[in-house]
């Protein structure tokens, strides 16, 4: 089994900074593509940076040039520095990790989410 456990969440003013990391654990052989989401109130969830373990990374328009993704391997961690914060960002992000097991099986791995709320 794997797990995948956020953190960095918070409250920060507009203009602010949070940097989130999402360490997946467990019978991990190899971390494939990862990925960073977010749900608001009343809307759908989104993606918003994703990387492939070459660390080729893409991102939602709303957020480029103020959020980077980045990752260890060794450490099976994924991170999400984002600069600029403004209250249109204030959601629960959500990581998620294409994780290839030990015995070989190859699925997709969701975090619990980290809310991240900014003020005006």
């Known amino acids: 089994q794997v797990q995948l456990v956020e953190s960095g969440g918070g409250l920060v003013q507009t203009g602010g900074s949070l940097r989130l990391s999402c360490a997946a654990s467990g019978r991990i052989f190899r971390g494939n593509d990862m990925a960073w989401y977010r749900q608001a109130p009343g809307k759908e969830r989104e993606l918003v940076a994703s990387?492939?373990?070459?660390?080729?990374?893409n991102y939602a328009d709303s957020v480029k040039g103020r959020f980077t993704i980045s990752r260890d391997n060794a450490k099976n961690t994924v991170y999400l520095q984002m600069n600029n914060l403004n209250p249109e960002d204030t959601a629960l992000y959500y990581c998620?990790?294409?994780?290839?097991?030990?015995?070989?099986?190859?699925?997709?791995?969701w975090g619990q989410g980290t809310q991240v709320t900014v003020s005006s």
């Open positions: 998620t990790a294409d994780i290839t097991q030990w015995n070989l099986s190859r699925q997709s791995y």
């Open positions: 990387i492939t373990a070459g660390g080729r990374a």
